[in-house]
């Protein structure tokens, strides 16, 4: 299913989550046509939690069209 997506995805990981093991985002990047992964800590979001969006966003693929 995630294959059939044809809309740019960016995806964040956080590489110290417990409950969502970085090999499953990694796969899931792989699958998605036009994804882009970002890595964070969970510890990023402790000051800010904005940096979570600013990362998707970042992660998305060069060609994707938002209003950035």
Same mark, same amino acid.
Request: charged share 25%.
């Given at each position: 299913?995630?294959?059939?997506?044809?809309?740019?995805?960016?995806?964040? $990981?956080? +590489?110290?989550?417990?409950?969502?093991? !970085?090999?499953? /985002?990694?796969?899931? =990047?792989?699958?998605?046509?036009?994804?882009?992964?970002?890595?964070?800590?969970? $510890?990023? +979001?402790?000051?800010?939690?904005?940096? !979570?969006?600013? /990362?998707?966003?970042? =992660?998305?693929?060069?060609?994707?069209?938002?209003?950035?």
């Amino acid at each position: 299913e995630l294959a059939g997506l044809r809309v740019p995805v960016g995806l964040v $990981a956080f +590489l110290d989550d417990p409950l969502h093991p !970085l090999a499953v /985002a990694e796969e899931w =990047a792989r699958a998605i046509p036009r994804a882009g992964m970002a890595r964070l800590r969970l $510890a990023d +979001l402790t000051a800010d939690r904005s940096v !979570l969006g600013a /990362a998707a966003l970042a =992660a998305l693929p060069d060609d994707a069209e938002v209003g950035r």
